[in-house]
């Protein structure tokens, strides 16, 4: 069964070092996004606390008590308003069982519960298997866009309705 735990502080040891076994277990994704293949602790930390700055929540996918994703959004980018999932990763090992689309369907329910009706994300230009997973799951590309790294991005967004 998947199940998201939220994650009360996401700069604690212990969330960061489930954090990285889950972020390293996918370097090419990290390459994509932060250009290094394997994060620190500090990085992870330092990530975090912008994050958290901007009042992003986090989640941890669960399944049978085991720690395999993250998932971290915004209920309302600060920027734009508009609510925004700003990551969503599982572990290497859990890749392509369908864990991700039952993950996504349980984040779009607690969406909804927090009267989030719309929701947006960024996709690196070189990601083809997040773009498809993104499209087959009911998200459309709106615009392409740079990132808070800096990097080009497709943005795609859905109604939750």
Do not use: C
């Given at each position: 069964?998947?199940?998201?735990?939220?994650?009360?502080?996401?700069?604690?040891?212990?969330?960061?070092?489930?954090?990285?076994?889950?972020?390293?277990?996918?370097?090419?994704?990290?390459?994509?996004?932060?250009?290094?293949?394997?994060?620190?602790?500090?990085?992870?930390?330092?990530?975090?606390?912008?994050?958290?700055?901007m009042g992003e929540k986090m989640l941890f996918i669960k399944e049978n008590g085991q720690y395999i994703g993250i998932i971290t959004y915004l209920p309302s980018?600060?920027?734009?308003?508009?609510?925004?999932?700003?990551?969503?990763?599982?572990?290497?090992?859990?890749?392509?069982?369908?864990?991700?689309s039952i993950a996504l369907n349980a984040l779009e329910r607690r969406l909804l519960?927090?009267?989030?009706?719309?929701?947006r994300l960024a996709v690196q230009l070189e990601n083809r298997i997040g773009?498809?997973?993104?499209?087959?799951?009911?998200?459309?590309f709106i615009k392409t866009a740079k990132d808070q790294h800096g990097n080009h991005v497709d943005v795609y967004e859905k109604l939750l309705v």
């Open positions: 069964m998947i199940i998201l735990e939220a994650v009360p502080d996401p700069i604690s040891a212990d969330s960061v070092e489930l954090q990285a076994a889950i972020l390293n277990s996918q370097p090419a994704f990290n390459l994509m996004v932060l250009h290094q293949e394997l994060l620190t602790p500090e990085d992870i930390r330092e990530e975090n606390r912008q994050n958290l700055e980018n600060p920027s734009d308003k508009h609510s925004w999932i700003g990551l969503f990763i599982v572990h290497h090992g859990y890749a392509g069982q369908g864990i991700g519960q927090e009267d989030v009706t719309q929701v773009a498809s997973f993104w499209n087959k799951n009911g998200y459309a």
